[in-house]
Each structure stands twice: as C-alpha cells, then as structure tokens.
C-alpha cells in the first residue's frame, strides 16, 4: 500500500515538471524568426537585437561614372593632306610613312616646264610696268602743256593700270607654288619647285612615287601634329544630360592597361547620328608616345553630383552571388522582411545606386540598417512550413 502511494506521488511530480518544461520552452519558441523562401517574419525584440532599421528610399548625392568607347583624334588643323597646285612631275621624295618632319623642311620636289612660263611672264610683264610708268609720267606732262592729246595720257594709264594687275595676279600664281616674286630674277628661274611641310610632326601616309605626274588634286602625302591629338568618345542618348563641358575622364588604351591618361570634356556634339549617339571630345592633360590617332580607347567619364536612388551598404547583401534590398512590410507587432534582388550603379563612398525593376517599389519601406542580420537569421532558420 505505501510502495502504490509513493508510485502516484512520483507520476503527478513528473507530470508537474512536463508541463513546467513546456511552459518555459514554448517563449524561446516563439523567439525564433520565422522563414519561408525569401521572406523571414521579425519580432520587435530580434529587431532591436539585430539592429535592423527601416525607412523609405533615401537619394544621395552621387558621381556617376559613364563608360564609353572611342579613339584617338586630332583636330581638323593638325591633319594636313600635302598637294600642288599646279602640276607637275615628282622629281623627289624621300619620306616614308612614321618620320618625323620639321616645319619648313623640304618633303619634295616637283619639275614642269610650265613653271618657268609663269616665272618668265611675270619678270616681263614688271618690265613692262617700268616702261608704261615712265610713258604715264611723259604723257602727262605733255598734255598738262597741250602739247599732246589728252586721249594719248589716258590710253597710257590704261596701259599702266592693265599691266599692274596683270603683275599681282602672277605674283599671287608664284606664291600659290612657293616662289617669292619679290626675289625673282632672270637667273634665279627654276623648273622645279620644292614643296615644303606646314607643320612639326610625323608623315602618317604617302600616296605617290617618283616619275609620276602630280595633278593638282592628287594628294602627295598626309602629315599629323600629334602634340595636340584629344580623344573622340560615343556617348549613347540617355547618357548625353550626365554630362557636362569640364567633366573629368579617365582614359585607357586596351594595349597598355596598366595606365591611365587623365583629360577633360572640351566639346559635346548637338546632333544624333543614326546609332543614337553624339561624339564627345575630351582634352588629354598628359600624352606620351604610346597615344597615336585613331587608336582605339576606353573611357570613364565623370559627371557632376547628382541625386540618385540609393541605400548605405549596411542595407544591401550578397545572396546566392546576386545583390539584394530588403522590404519592410508591417503586420501587428512583427515585421516581414522579402529580399528583394537588385541591380547597383555607382559605388560610393560607402553608398550604392540601387536600380529597381519596377517603378512603385520606390514607395516601400526598405532596410536602410542590420540587413546582415536578417539574411544570416533566414539562412539558419530555411523554410519553416507551419
């Protein structure tokens, strides 16, 4: 009879403490985060433990970095295509594409009989001028005395005044093929003229070769002054209002990537062309030698500060390799947070341009704090199926 009492005693005490144990374990129950696929449920209290805030989607002051193509340029003056004007035989040439050429130094030389028929008329018809001068001044003074008809002086001033102009056009003929006409005289002509550079730099075509007639439009050779050669770059439409004249870049050529050349926007093209683009030019602040036209670059254009979309990077995590936002939804007491994958732009500063894929997103509450907290809590806790 006393070993059946102690047996009851035993089972109340027991069953006592299994309703005790379930008591104090059923809190931490409900302490633990709720998960189902992205989204995970958050108490009030594992909010304030993981530091998680929240907020509407702040905009910060960002620098965007536009990426473009496009080469290596020189302006319209600094590429000159070599020709004659007047025709002629291409007597001598001795430059080959890549030598450097000096302005003033003598690139070729070209022979035509019909230069010493220009040079020959332009000394007789200054002779001819000195003559007609003297007869001006006899006949003037003659008729001044009635001693000879006036139509005599006018028809000398005619004469005077129709050689004159004759004299300059043939002058301006000589310089056209680089003969001074005040040096000229009967034993300096020449059936050969030289042609000579018009600028410092580098022969980066020849067209011709020696024994062939040069005709007036034939281009001899193309020469470039690369001292003041600047980067042309496509920018696409929508990134056309992000820039702005002054705007730093940052210049790389494919073959040395190591090395970055710094230049600016110096001009910005008003008209589209069929591909939906403009042609930017930008200053280069440094050159070497390994920049050549034509060349082709890569650039990153720097635009001014501008308010963009954007979270601190305590609000953004790494999930699966994607990027990814949370949103806040509110239901009693807990919170629901959904991952939400995104697409970042610029990187700054500690803040990151989040790109939506819809528009109305924007009006959510998002994670601006503690957004580890709330991946490694769905990590740990996976799906919970209730």
């Known amino acids: 009879m006393k070993s059946t009492y102690i047996l009851v005693l035993t089972f109340f005490i027991s069953a006592c403490g299994s309703k005790q144990d379930k008591k104090e374990q059923q809190p931490q129950q409900q302490q633990q985060a709720k ?26 002051l960002l620098t965007t970095a536009i990426h473009v193509n496009g080469q290596v340029d020189v302006p319209p003056e600094n590429l000159i295509a070599v020709n004659v004007p007047m025709g002629g035989f291409l007597k001598k040439i001795t430059l080959l594409p890549g030598e450097h050429v000096v302005k003033g130094q003598i690139i070729a030389q070209i022979e035509n009989q019909d230069y010493i028929t220009i040079q020959q008329d332009y000394l ?47 002058a301006q003929k000589l310089k056209l093929i680089g003969i001074n006409p005040n040096s000229l005289t009967p034993s300096t002509i020449k059936s050969t003229l030289s042609i000579h550079s018009p600028l410092t730099g580098y022969v980066s075509q020849v067209n011709v ?28 439409e929508q990134d056309i209002a992000k820039i702005s004249i002054g705007n730093a870049v940052k210049i790389n050529l494919p073959s040395v990537p190591d090395k970055t050349y710094p230049g600016k926007v110096i001009l910005i ?37 501008q308010k963009t979309l954007a979270v601190p990077d305590a609000a953004l995590v790494n999930y699966s390799g994607q990027k990814g936002v949370f949103i806040a939804t509110k239901s009693g007491k807990n919170t629901s947070y959904s991952l939400l994958p995104v697409e970042l732009g610029v990187q700054q500063d500690g803040w990151n341009e989040i790109k939506l894929s819809k528009p109305e997103l924007q009006d959510k509450i998002f994670v601006l704090k503690g957004a580890f907290s709330i991946l490694s809590a769905m990590k740990n806790t996976g799906d919970d199926s209730e």
């Open 35 to 60: 998960a189902k696929g992205n989204t995970i449920v958050f108490t009030p209290e594992q909010n304030k433990n993981g530091g998680v805030d929240t907020g509407v989607l702040p905009t910060h």
């Open 124 to 170: 007789t018809t200054i002779s001819k001028i000195t003559y007609l001068r003297q007869e001006l001044e006899r006949q003037k003074i003659l008729s001044q005395q009635q001693a000879s008809p006036l139509k005599l002086y006018q028809q000398s001033q005619a004469d005077y005044s129709s050689q004159v102009a004759q004299a300059a056009g043939l």
């Open 209 to 236: 070769s020696i024994g062939r007639f040069i005709n007036p439009t034939d281009i001899l050779m193309e020469l470039v002054d690369t001292n003041d050669i600047h980067a042309a770059l496509t920018v696409f």
């Open 269 to 305: 093209g008003r008209v589209l062309d069929t591909s939906r683009s403009v042609m930017v030019h930008c200053h280069f602040l440094k050159t070497d030698k390994n920049l050549l036209p034509n060349m082709f670059i890569q650039a990153t254009i720097e635009s001014k500060p």
